[in-house]
């Protein structure tokens, strides 16, 4: 069992940053692969980010690559998205997920954290 509790939300300015967090309970967080997903209200969840469990294999959406960067401390049991050159097309809300390997796809995550909202004005 693998609970997730996002941080880090909130309202920046188009070209600005953000960095979410993502703190996990539990001993066997090293062993799962990370993800990041967004949503926005009345749309589908999409794919961010992965992140395998020794933190050396990444994957992102092409939205997304070459502004955010995922990343994990397993020291920590913590994973991050560090999210840049932001525009209002990311405001959505964020969540952290945990699966047994690195996907892109939804149904292969089984924890979720609760989500954060982040918001970016024009």
């Known amino acids: 069992q693998v609970q997730l509790v996002e941080s880090g939300g909130g309202l920046v300015q188009a070209g600005g940053s953000l960095r979410l967090s993502c703190a996990a309970s539990g001993r066997t967080f090293r062993i799962y692969a990370m993800a990041w997903f967004r949503q926005a209200p009345g749309k589908e969840r999409d794919f961010v980010a992965a992140i395998g469990p020794n933190g050396v294999n990444t994957v992102y959406a092409d939205s997304v690559k070459g502004r955010f960067t995922i990343s994990r401390d397993n020291a920590k049991n913590t994973v991050y998205l560090q999210m840049n050159s932001l525009t209002p097309e990311d405001t959505d809300v964020y969540y952290c997920?945990?699966?047994?390997?690195?996907?892109?796809?939804?149904?292969?995550?089984?924890?979720w954290g609760q989500g954060t909202q982040d918001t970016v004005s024009s």
């Open positions: 997920a945990a699966a047994p390997t690195l996907s892109r796809r939804l149904s292969q995550y089984q924890y």
